[in-house]
């Protein structure tokens, strides 16, 4: 199978709810590389990384999510 943005979003997503948060982050990341303009993506790394402190890379995830997608309520509502 070919790796996709989506799949590693889920996985992602998984490795959040098990607390793993550096390994999500970094599938997050891969999910970004394979495509720049995921903003479902965007939005979970935003939410990670506000939720780890990094607060000017959580706004700058977060405000291209809403580029992307301007009815994204969680990101919206997470931007600072």
């Given at each position: 199978?070919?790796p996709?943005?989506?799949?590693?979003?889920?996985?992602?997503?998984?490795?959040?709810k098990?607390?793993?948060?550096?390994?999500?982050?970094?599938?997050?990341?891969?999910?970004?590389?394979?495509?720049?303009?995921?903003?479902?993506a965007?939005?979970?790394?935003?939410?990670?990384?506000?939720?780890?402190?990094?607060?000017?890379?959580?706004?700058?995830?977060?405000?291209?999510?809403?580029?992307?997608?301007?009815?994204?309520?969680?990101?919206?509502?997470?931007?600072i």
């Amino acid at each position: 199978l070919k790796p996709s943005a989506d799949g590693h979003i889920g996985v992602g997503a998984m490795l959040l709810k098990e607390g793993k948060k550096e390994t999500a982050k970094a599938e997050f990341q891969k999910a970004l590389e394979l495509d720049p303009n995921s903003g479902s993506a965007l939005r979970h790394l935003g939410s990670l990384r506000y939720t780890q402190g990094d607060v000017i890379g959580a706004n700058n995830d977060l405000s291209r999510a809403l580029v992307i997608n301007s009815d994204d309520k969680v990101a919206s509502r997470t931007l600072i």
